[in-house]
T-cell receptor, first 113, second 115 residues
Framework: AQSVTQLDSQVPVFEEAPVELRCNYSSSVSVYLFWYVQYPNQGLQLLLKYLSGSTLVESINGFEAEFNKSQTSFHLRKPSVHISDTAEYFCAVSDSSASKIIFGSGTRLSIRP | DAMVIQNPRYQVTQFGKPVTLSCSQTLNHNVMYWYQQKSSQAPKLLFHYYDKDFNNEADTPDNFQSRRPNTSFCFLDIRSPGLGDAAMYLC??????????????FGPGTRLLVL
């Protein structure tokens, strides 16, 4: 069975500092991995996803995540955060046998000026 | 712009009084999902439709029902809301099921308050 673990429920950082949000998964088959972002009082929106190929995937707003099969991780990073990045970030997993995706419990990123 | 629309954004109901939440999409996607999200928790899938085929999650209470009269609309009916049903309800769509790595497109959610 699939599962996703987000180790940090909250991550406070200063503006322009780097950040890493951690995500580990378990799955018995090849996986698809996602990061969704939820801004306050809004629905979720896809930030980036890994399906196959290059293990490093990037978003349009400077985030990137690296698929590490040996460590079963898909950590999200940004070299310099902005106040507008304040949101909740959800890691998620599915695989070729799945009819749904499994979400992690989320990490709340708060940016201090 | 193509999108997922949820109405209303906020809904207040009384304990035990039936309530219906609505979702519409202009994306023409085959799959529509309903999630329940409680504060600081992951979205929890209640059920989904693939076209007209309804798929209920095993742990979704019988109190929750859904209807999809056409491709564009999907409704969530809560027959007798309890205090524990107060949550954000999210509708999402995708072109295919998750087994192909499809992106899900979410509406803004309806926040339900039960008095």
């Amino acid at each position: 069975a699939q599962s996703v673990t987000q180790l940090d429920s909250q991550v406070p950082v200063f503006e322009e500092a780097p950040v890493e949000l951690r995500c580990n998964y378990s799955s018995s088959v090849s996986v698809y991995l996602f990061w969704y972002v939820q801004y306050p009082n809004q629905g979720l929106q896809l930030l980036l996803k890994y399906l196959s190929g290059s293990t490093l995937v990037e978003s349009i707003n400077g985030f990137e995540a690296e698929f590490n099969k040996s460590q079963t991780s898909f950590h999200l990073r940004k070299p310099s955060v902005h106040i507008s990045d304040t949101a909740e970030y959800f890691c998620a997993v599915s695989d070729s046998s799945a009819s749904k995706i499994i979400f992690g419990s989320g990490t709340r990123l708060s940016i201090r000026p | 712009d193509a999108m997922v629309i949820q109405n209303p954004r906020y809904q207040v109901t009384q304990f035990g009084k039936p309530v219906t939440l609505s979702c519409s999409q202009t994306l023409n996607h085959n799959v529509m999902y309903w999630y329940q999200q409680k504060s600081s928790q992951a979205p929890k899938l209640l059920f989904h439709y693939y076209d007209k085929d309804f798929n209920n999650e095993a742990d979704t209470p019988d109190n929750f029902q859904s209807r999809r009269p056409n491709t564009s609309f999907c409704f969530l009916d809560i027959r007798s809301p309890g205090l524990g049903d107060a949550a954000m309800y999210l509708c999402a769509t995708s072109t295919a099921l998750a087994g192909r790595g499809e992106t899900q497109y979410f509406g803004p959610g309806t926040r339900l308050l039960v008095l």
